[in-house]
């Protein structure tokens, strides 16, 4: 079965500083990798996902993710953070022909000013 | 599209009521989920549906959870009797093929 780890319970980064938030995963094939956000008291919003082909994905609010084969990672990084990306964090792994998504904790994100 | 609604937002109960959770997922998406979310467990699969018919169920607390999909438009997730320990926010997410999924605003319930 697959799973998913998310070291860091929470992140505090400065605005306008970069971010990185980690995500490892198990599986013994290709996953499909996904991140998702959360924010407060509202329901998930896809942010990326890889499937296939180049390991280095865009997504939506100028996030990107990395999917590293040999570290079982699909990190996801920001240039530039912004006080509106503060919010929780979800990684996800779907996988096989079973195509329920096994989330990882969650990241909880704070920016300070 | 109005993307996956979900009803209510949020319900208060108390143990013992029956609880209804209902989901209209994205026109023309044959796969809709069930998860739920709490502190403890995080976000867990619950059921999932292809084209109307139940895949897996296996997380979902069959003596008092039950989940129907009676047509491609509208899921519920009923919860009779329900515990304090229900309390939770559940979502539903509907795909077009199973891959990609897409997140309704979830129903914040409490049960006193």
């Known amino acids: 079965a697959q799973s998913v780890t998310q070291p860091d319970i929470h992140i505090t980064v400065s605005e306008g500083a970069s971010l990185e938030l980690r995500c490892n995963y198990s599986?013994?094939?290709?996953?499909?990798l996904f991140w998702y956000v959360q924010s407060p008291g509202q329901g998930l919003q896809l942010l990326l996902k890889y499937f296939s082909g180049d390991t280095l994905v865009q997504g939506i609010k100028g996030f990107e993710a990395e999917f590293k084969r040999s570290q079982s990672s699909f990190n996801l990084r920001k240039p530039s953070v912004h006080w509106s990306d503060a919010a929780e964090y979800f990684c996800a792994v779907g996988a096989g022909g079973r195509r329920a998504l096994t989330f990882g904790s969650g990241t909880r994100l704070q920016v300070q000013p | 599209d109005a993307g996956v609604i979900q009803s209510p937002r949020h319900e208060v109960t108390e143990m013992g009521q029956e609880v209804t959770l209902r989901c209209k997922p994205i026109s023309g998406h044959d796969y809709l989920f069930w998860y739920r979310q709490t502190m403890m467990q995080g976000l867990e699969l619950l059921v999932y549906f292809n084209n109307k018919a139940v895949m897996d169920d296996s997380g979902m607390p069959k003596d008092r959870f039950s989940a129907k999909m009676p047509n491609a438009s509208f899921s519920t997730l009923k919860i009779q009797p329900s515990e304090p320990r229900d309390s939770a926010v559940y979502f539903c997410?509907?795909?077009?093929?199973?891959?990609?999924?897409?997140f309704g605003p979830g129903t914040r319930l409490l049960v006193l």
């Open positions: 997410a509907s795909s077009p093929g199973g891959e990609t999924q897409y």
């Open positions: 599986y013994g094939a290709t996953p499909y």
